[in-house]
C-alpha cells in the first residue's frame, strides 16, 4: 500500500512547502481538492512539483461537467512534464453542494453531469495520445483529424496516459461500469435510496471483485480509500489500515481537508501508518 495526503485547499506556497516536508517523511503522494472556485489545484502542483523529486501529486477530484477536457488535458500534460511522470487525475461529477449555486449557468443534473464525466474520460484518454481523432458525444465533438499534429501540444510522459482514478459508487453498475475505465477507483457507497453510506473494507472487497471480473485494460488498477490516523498509536493506526489492505486498497489518503498548516506539518513529520 502507498501512502498520501489530502492536503488542505490553500495557496501555492503552502502547497509546495508541505509536499517538500511530506516526501522527505517518506510518504507516497501529496492530493489537493478542486471544487468550482478555489485556487487553481494544478498551479499549486506546479509549485510543488518543482520542490520534490519522487513523491506524486494528484487532484481528487476534477469536476469534469466544469472544464472542457482538452484544456485539463492540456494543464495535466505540462504539469506530468514539469514532474517528469507523476501527476495522477481523479475524476468526478463535482460536489454540488460546494457553492454551485452561486453559478447558475453551471449544469447541476445529476445525468448530465454524469453524461459529460464519461465523454471527459473519453477524451482525456484520446487526447493524451496526441493522434489524429475525431469525437461526436452529446455533449463535446471535436475534429482534430482537421488540425496539422504541428500544432498538437507535447504528450505527457506518462505513457499511454496520465492515470485516472474515478470515483465509483457500489453498487451502482453504471457507475461502477464508468471505472473500468480508468486506472483507479476512488469508492463510495449508495443505499437504495440513493444516499451516501458509510464505506467497509467487505465493500471495497466487493467492489475489487467486480472489478477484476470485467476490466479489460492490462494496466496497473488502484483503488484509493480515505481515512485519519492522526494521534494514534502505532499498534491502534495499523488496525485501522489493515482490514483496507486486505481487502485490495492500493492507497490509502490521510484527509487532512480542515487543518492548519502547523497540523498537516505534524502529522507529516510522524511519517505514514504501517501498513502491513
Not at 11 to 37: P, T, Y
Amino acid at each position: 500500500m502507498k501512502f498520501g495526503l489530502a492536503l488542505p485547499y490553500t495557496e501555492a506556497s503552502m502547497v509546495a512547502r508541505l509536499a517538500r516536508q511530506a516526501e522527505k517523511a517518506g510518504w507516497d503522494g501529496v492530493f489537493l481538492g478542486d471544487a468550482i472556485w478555489c485556487l487553481d489545484p494544478m498551479v499549486s502542483l506546479a509549485a510543488a512539483a518543482m520542490v520534490t523529486n519522487r513523491i506524486r501529486l494528484g487532484i481528487t477530484v476534477i469536476p469534469m461537467p466544469l472544464h472542457r477536457p482538452w484544456k485539463v488535458a492540456g494543464a495535466a500534460a505540462n504539469l506530468d512534464r514539469l514532474s517528469d511522470g507523476r501527476v495522477i487525475l481523479g475524476l468526478g461529477t463535482g460536489a454540488v453542494w460546494m457553492g454551485w449555486q452561486g453559478f447558475p449557468d453551471e449544469v447541476t443534473g445529476v445525468r448530465e453531469r454524469a453524461e459529460k464525466l464519461d465523454e471527459g474520460i473519453d477524451l482525456l484518454d484520446l487526447l493524451f495520445k496526441g493522434e489524429p481523432f475525431d469525437f461526436d458525444g452529446k455533449h463535446f465533438h471535436l475534429r482534430l483529424t482537421q488540425v496539422d499534429p504541428a500544432h498538437y501540444p507535447p504528450r505527457p510522459i506518462q505513457q499511454p496516459r496520465i492515470p485516472l482514478w474515478c470515483v465509483g459508487a457500489w453498487p451502482r453498475m453504471k457507475s461502477m461500469q464508468r471505472v473500468l475505465k480508468c486506472d483507479g477507483l476512488l469508492p463510495v457507497k449508495m443505499n437504495a435510496d440513493g444516499k451516501f453510506e458509510e464505506l467497509q473494507p467487505e465493500d471495497v472487497r466487493a467492489m475489487k471483485t467486480y472489478v477484476d471480473a470485467n476490466r479489460s485494460r492490462s494496466t496497473p488498477f488502484d483503488i484509493v480509500v480515505e481515512g485519519k490516523t492522526t494521534g494514534m498509536e502505532h499498534a491502534q493506526a495499523r488496525a485501522k489500515v489493515l482490514p483496507w489492505v486486505e481487502a485490495g486498497a492500493t492507497w490509502w489518503i490521510e484527509g487532512l481537508w480542515g487543518e492548519t498548516e502547523a497540523q498537516v506539518s505534524e502529522r507529516i513529520r510522524q511519517g505514514p501508518p504501517p501498513g502491513e
